[in-house]
């Protein structure tokens, strides 16, 4: 199984920045790729950012030129960061962390989430 674990989220004003990371453990070796969601109140879970272990990325439209993805070390998972500048308040929902390990056999896994709130 993978354990992953997100940090960095919080409140913050219309502007600012924050990065999120996901520490990821445990059969790391079965990631094929990780992503962050997010859900916002009555909506549902969306995907913001998502990277493979060839490091191609992908960011939602929504998102696209505000926020990056990347990971800490291009030959294995041991965290990948979410920097998030130009933030608004529809940005507020709590983010999601998921790994991809289909291939293995092992399916998804998700972390516990944390909160990020745009207000001023």
């Known amino acids: 199984q993978v354990q992953l674990v997100e940090s960095g989220g919080g409140l913050v004003q219309p502007g600012g920045s924050l990065r999120l990371s996901c520490a990821a453990s445990g059969s790391i070796a079965s990631i094929d790729a990780m992503a962050w969601y997010r859900q916002a109140p009555g909506k549902q879970r969306e995907l913001v950012a998502a990277?493979?272990?060839?490091?191609?990325?992908?960011?939602a439209d929504s998102v696209k030129g505000r926020f990056t993805i990347s990971r800490d070390n291009a030959w294995t998972w041991n965290t990948v960061y979410l920097q998030m500048n130009s933030l608004k308040p529809e940005d507020t929902a709590v983010y999601y962390c998921?790994?991809?390990?289909?291939?293995?056999?092992?399916?998804?896994?998700w972390g516990q989430g944390t909160q990020v709130t745009v207000s001023s």
């Open positions: 990277i493979t272990s060839g490091g191609s990325t992908n960011v």
């Open positions: 998921n790994s991809d390990s289909l291939s293995s056999g092992l399916g998804f896994h």
